[in-house]
């Protein structure tokens, strides 16, 4: 079997997706670590460090910005990756898969 043609609408909601799961994993991981800093920021609270209320605002804005933005970067880049995937396949064949 050759894929001859790869639909763009379709594989770009699907990077989007994929890459908007990938993005909340992070931007919980980042929050995570907000918290970390900020209890860190707390015990150093005599020296320069940033306030210790502005940590949790930085995870908590990651979580819901880290997945929309990996999501519309995903649904852009897996539209481009599907067009030249169809131009270039046109020029040199398509991909061939073998299934049983």
Same mark, same amino acid.
């Given at each position: 079997? /050759? +894929? $001859? &043609? ?6 770009a $909601?699907?990077?989007? #997706?994929? *890459? ?8 919980l ?11 860190? #920021? %707390?015990?150093?609270?005599? %020296?320069?460090?940033? !306030? #210790?209320?502005?940590? !949790?605002?930085?995870?908590?804005? #990651?979580?819901?910005?880290? !997945?929309?933005? *990996?999501?519309?970067?995903?649904? +852009? ?7 030249? *995937?169809?131009?270039f396949? &046109?020029? /040199?064949?398509?991909? +061939? +898969?073998?299934?049983?």
């Amino acid at each position: 079997m /050759v +894929v $001859k &043609r790869v639909g763009i609408g379709s594989a770009a $909601k699907l990077s989007g #997706a994929m *890459y908007g799961s990938m993005g909340l994993i992070f931007g919980l991981i980042f929050g995570l670590l907000a918290l970390f800093g900020a209890g860190i #920021a %707390q015990l150093a609270e005599g %020296q320069d460090a940033p !306030p #210790a209320f502005l940590m !949790p605002l930085f995870g908590v804005g #990651a979580i819901i910005l880290f !997945p929309i933005l *990996y999501g519309v970067l995903g649904f +852009v880049v897996g539209a481009i990756s599907a067009a030249l *995937y169809n131009l270039f396949a &046109r020029m /040199v064949g398509g991909l +061939v +898969v073998e299934t049983e």
